[in-house]
């Protein structure tokens, strides 16, 4: 009995040194899907980037402050949130606590691998002096930094480069960026994490830039996008799935063979903003044709975009666009939003052809770049001096900063939960303005033990529900 509760002992403390993790996602024809359930999953997204853009620099970005991360997750699990897209990333940075805080969460990630910094980003209108061995130490070390969380949903290779301003050969060198990306992550990576392209709503060459970047190609399979994202404010205020120009989208992308979202959403030409488009976007038509969405943006920034305000003081407001949405999405039906439909996942692609371009500007041929010098070897033996991720325990669940609603009432009961058995968050009927209760999917079935220590380092330990503990007790007596 004495070498049963070493061994006992030795299992818990194991339990605890480790952190619960939600399930990895795949994409499998037209849907993102659990990859142990098999469940479809929908976006239910917010952008985030703290600070605007002078929140970001080589010292910091949105996810090196892990007490900023615990005070946003927080809120965001009562919001229903379960993705967060990230515009700009300093890969060197340490990232750990914060992805583990939004892993704990139930939270996924969508990453962006440019940054605004020199040797960040492809130049739209000369996209050959900027796609160098330099820029992929930026696109290789985001990849790098974080392909060891299973939060990741993926990773998007660009953001808007083809518009009015771009090069005609822009999307050939973007096309390049992903199949440079997804054959590093071949090699590097343990696990497959999808590579996709954000789009702008230019509707004269949206569908052609569709079409271009989720065709297969025989002579370059891996270049091919797995999924692709709109950045749409089409909906104002409180209009309908045809003035919006929703119907037509949906009509547009009923075919689509990869997984499709508003990568952006959230017009506010009309404030406040009363989120009606959600109701569409996750109705019955259009959840046929698009994955979710992830609505623009986080914090309120000189735009006015935010759905919450951090003060100069240290407290945080949660706007009344916060609450509009939060509205909507207790209103989804989350069981029939993540069913799954053989349709969306049996769908096969188009051969690139020149057929598939319909708008004379736009490039119609698929003449790919060579890869700059050292990106093969990066590719073969990975970026040297390579920066790395891994989880991290996390039980912290109260915020530090006070919490105030839009009417300047403080909220008292904001309260960061760590989700167990590879829970996803998701939107409850049961929230409300003064309540912080979060939500984790019913679909999420499998197992995975749940153990943390709170931000400051004192231990602490939680095993994933009594019915896990007892099933170790009962293996190892």
Not at 62 to 79: E, K, N, T, W, Y
Not at 444 to 466: C, D, F, I, K, Y
Request: with cysteine.
């Amino acid at each position: 009995m004495i070498a049963s509760y070493s061994r006992l002992l030795t299992a818990i403390c194991a339990l605890a040194s480790s952190a619960a993790a939600v399930t990895p996602l795949k994409v499998q024809g037209k849907d993102f899907v659990n990859t142990k359930t098999g469940a479809r999953f929908q976006i239910l997204g917010v952008d985030y980037q703290p600070g605007g853009s002078s929140g970001f620099s080589k010292t910091q970005d949105p996810l090196s402050d892990g007490d900023i991360c615990l005070r946003d997750a927080a809120l965001m699990q009562r919001l229903g949130i379960n993705t967060i897209r990230v515009y700009n990333l300093e890969p060197t940075l340490d990232h750990n606590m914060c992805v583990s805080i939004f892993n704990a969460a139930g939270i996924y990630l969508i990453l962006d691998v440019n940054s605004p910094l020199t040797n960040g980003y492809l130049d739209r209108t000369a996209p050959w002096t900027t796609y160098t061995n330099a820029y992929y130490n930026q696109v290789f070390g985001v990849i790098e930094a974080f392909k060891s969380f299973d939060n990741v949903l993926g990773f998007f290779a660009g953001n808007e480069v083809i518009n009015e301003e771009a090069t005609r050969l822009a999307p050939a060198y973007v096309r390049a960026v992903i199949r440079d990306m997804k054959d590093y992550i071949a090699k590097q990576s343990d696990r497959a994490i999808p590579v996709g392209y954000s789009a702008a709503d230019i509707r004269d060459i949206l569908m052609d830039t569709a079409h271009y970047f989720e065709c297969e190609l025989a002579n370059s399979t891996s270049s091919r996008a797995d999924f692709f994202g709109l950045n749409s404010y089409s909906w104002c205020g409180d209009a309908t799935y045809t003035s919006s120009g929703y119907d037509v989208l949906t009509e547009d992308f009923s075919n689509a063979t990869i997984p499709v979202f508003f990568s952006e959403y959230g017009c506010n030409d009309v404030k406040p903003r009363v989120f009606t488009e959600v109701q569409a976007l996750y109705g019955v038509e259009m959840t046929q044709a698009f994955s979710g969405g992830l609505v623009y943006e986080w914090t309120q920034e000189a735009n006015e975009y935010g759905l919450v305000q951090a003060n100069d003081n240290g407290t945080i407001t949660t706007l009344i666009d916060y609450d509009n949405l939060q509205k909507q999405f207790n209103k989804l039906d989350m069981s029939r939003i993540s069913s799954s439909n053989s349709s969306q996942t049996s769908v096969t692609p188009e051969t690139c052809s020149a057929s598939l371009i319909n708008n004379s500007t736009f490039y119609n041929a698929w003449n790919l770049p060579d890869a700059p010098s050292k990106v093969s070897d990066y590719i073969k033996n990975g970026l040297p001096n390579k920066p790395t991720g891994s989880l991290v325990s996390v039980t912290a669940t109260t915020l530090s900063e006070k919490v105030y609603d839009y009417t300047g009432k403080e909220l008292t009961d904001i309260e960061f939960k760590v989700l167990a058995n590879d829970e996803s968050n998701t939107p409850s009927s049961s929230n409300s303005s003064s309540s912080s209760s979060t939500s984790s999917s019913s679909s999420s079935t499998a197992t995975h033990s749940n153990a943390a220590s709170s931000l400051n380092g004192a231990p602490a330990m939680a095993l994933g529900g009594l019915s896990g503990f007892f099933m170790l007790l009962a293996s190892l007596l």
